[in-house]
């Protein structure tokens, strides 16, 4: 069985993190561990992306794009794969955006790179059935920020 991928609109609540724009509405990206695949989500975060936006065109080549503000989060637990709505301690809310299947990854200190499949989308832009190579690279150990490389591969 392959590992899961999952990407939540975190909706923030009362309670903030004092972690830059994780304070506001964000992206939450999880990947399951698949060392580990119960107990861990490894996470990060982003400001929302509009892939609508993005000059690419899947079915004819392959596309780029490069997040600089991304910033790595303390993982997560693996119920977030499914989860959806209000999150306890005042939190805020989670809904769902993209969800798939992990193919590959690769792992060491500094940069995580995972090989997906989309099956669950409601973001124009990112198709299902679109392949993605997504790398997170540490760019600061002490802030955590991390820069986010997305290549979605061409289809056909």
Not at 15 to 20: A, D, E, G, L, N
Not at 35 to 56: Q, V, Y
Not at 57 to 63: A, L, V
Not at 69 to 95: C, F, M, P
Request: glycine share 8%; net charge neutral; hydrophobic share 35%.
């Amino acid at each position: 069985m392959d590992c899961r991928w999952v990407v939540l609109l975190h909706q923030v609540g009362a309670v903030k993190t004092q972690r830059s724009f994780a304070d506001q509405d964000h992206w939450d990206w999880m990947f399951q561990d698949a060392a580990d695949r119960e107990a861990r989500l490894l996470t990060w975060a982003t400001e929302p992306l509009d892939f609508a936006g993005l000059p690419w065109d899947p079915s004819k080549r392959d596309g780029v794009q490069i997040v600089e503000n991304a910033i790595r989060l303390g993982d997560h637990r693996a119920v977030y794969l499914t989860k959806e709505g209000s999150i306890s301690g005042q939190r805020g809310r989670v809904t769902r955006r993209l969800a798939g299947s992990i193919r590959g990854s690769q792992r060491n200190a500094r940069e995580c790179v995972f090989r997906c499949e989309t099956d669950e989308s409601c973001m124009p832009g990112w198709p299902v059935g679109t392949e993605w190579t997504l790398t997170w690279t540490l760019l600061d150990q002490d802030s955590l920020q991390t820069r986010l490389t997305l290549h979605r591969h061409a289809q056909g």
